[in-house]
C-alpha cells in the first residue's frame, strides 16, 4: 500500500504566499493538522516513510511517524515545484498576463515547468511503487498532483483534484 499526506499548514499557506522551495515551517494550525493525522494513521502498517527534504514536509513526517518509528528518507524529488523569481510572491500580486507568461515558460524566471515537476516526482515514484512494502509519502500539492497524473495516465498538464494540508489519499493498495 502506499499512502500520501501534504505537508501541514504554514503561514505562506495561510496568506497565499508561493513557497515553491522556499522552507517555511510549520505553523502552529499545521503542527495540530499533523498531530491529527498521525493520531488517523497510528494503527495503519507503515514500513517506511518517504519525505520531501523541506521542513514543513519534513515535520509533518516525524509528527506522523511518533506512533511508528520506522526509518523515514527524504528525497530530492519530492520537493515541490521551483516556482523561480515567483517564491515568496502573494498570489494576488501576480497578473493574469504575468501567470500565462510563467505557464508558457517557467523557465525565464528560473522555474520548472509542470512537465519538470512531473518528470523528477514520477522517477522516485518508479523506483518505490512496486516495493513489498507500506510506504507512506509526505510531500506537497505538486508531487500528490503529479503521481495522480501518472497513476491515472493522464498528460502532465491535465487538471487534476488537489489535495489539502495533511489529507490523506491511498495511492495504491
Known amino acids: 500500500m502506499i499512502l500520501f499526506v501534504r505537508h501541514g499548514q504554514t503561514d505562506?499557506?495561510?496568506?497565499?504566499?508561493?513557497?515553491?522551495?522556499?522552507?517555511?515551517?510549520?505553523?502552529?494550525?499545521?503542527?495540530?493538522?499533523?498531530?491529527?493525522?498521525?493520531?488517523?494513521?497510528?494503527?495503519?502498517?507503515?514500513?517506511?516513510?518517504?519525505?520531501?527534504p523541506l521542513i514543513r514536509a519534513k515535520k509533518t513526517a516525524d509528527i506522523i511517524n511518533g506512533y511508528h518509528h520506522c526509518p523515514i528518507i527524504t528525497d530530492e524529488n519530492l520537493?515541490?515545484?521551483n516556482a523561480g523569481d515567483a517564491t515568496g510572491m502573494n498570489e494576488k500580486d501576480i497578473t493574469e498576463e504575468m501567470k500565462t507568461e510563467f505557464f508558457n515558460d517557467p523557465h525565464k524566471f528560473n522555474a520548472e515547468s509542470e512537465e519538470d515537476l512531473y518528470q523528477r516526482t514520477i522517477q522516485f515514484?518508479?523506483?518505490?511503487?512496486?516495493?513489498?512494502?507500506?510506504?507512506?509519502?509526505?510531500?506537497?500539492?505538486?508531487?500528490?498532483?503529479?503521481?495522480?497524473?501518472?497513476?491515472?495516465?493522464?498528460?502532465?498538464?491535465e487538471k487534476v483534484e488537489g489535495i489539502n494540508n495533511c489529507e490523506i489519499k491511498i495511492l495504491k493498495r
Open 125 to 157: 515514484f518508479k523506483n518505490i511503487e512496486n516495493v513489498n512494502k507500506n510506504i507512506l509519502i509526505v510531500a506537497h500539492r505538486g508531487n500528490y498532483k503529479a503521481i495522480y497524473r501518472y497513476l491515472n495516465k493522464l498528460s502532465s498538464s
Open 79 to 81: 520537493k515541490e515545484q
Open 12 to 52: 505562506c499557506n495561510l496568506n497565499n504566499i508561493i513557497q515553491g522551495h522556499l522552507d517555511a515551517p510549520l505553523n502552529k494550525i499545521g503542527i495540530s493538522q499533523a498531530k491529527n493525522t498521525a493520531i488517523k494513521l497510528k494503527d495503519v502498517k507503515i514500513d517506511i516513510i518517504y519525505s520531501s
